[in-house]
């Protein structure tokens, strides 16, 4: 599923495909946010590991889980 995240005082969005389900995510960066930790530890599909300031994170946005159609749709 794709992830944005938006950081404050950057015209660019971060945006990677990830394997995670999204409620894994949704509960990584709450606990995150909640215990003032200072990163977002994430990773993506191809095992790179993104951290995230999240003092300065704007917003994030998960994408659906649904599969992608694939051919002609009548």
Known sequence: MEIRIGIVNSA???TFESSQPASEI???VSDA???GAKFIRLVDEGGKVYLVP??????IEV???K???VGFVA
Do not use: D, F, I, Q
């Open 67 to 69: 599969a992608r159609r």
């Open 63 to 65: 994408g659906s889980e």
């Open 26 to 28: 949704e509960a990584t």
């Open 12 to 14: 660019r969005e971060l």
């Open 54 to 59: 999240a003092a300065t994170l704007a917003y």
């Open 33 to 35: 946010l909640e215990s």
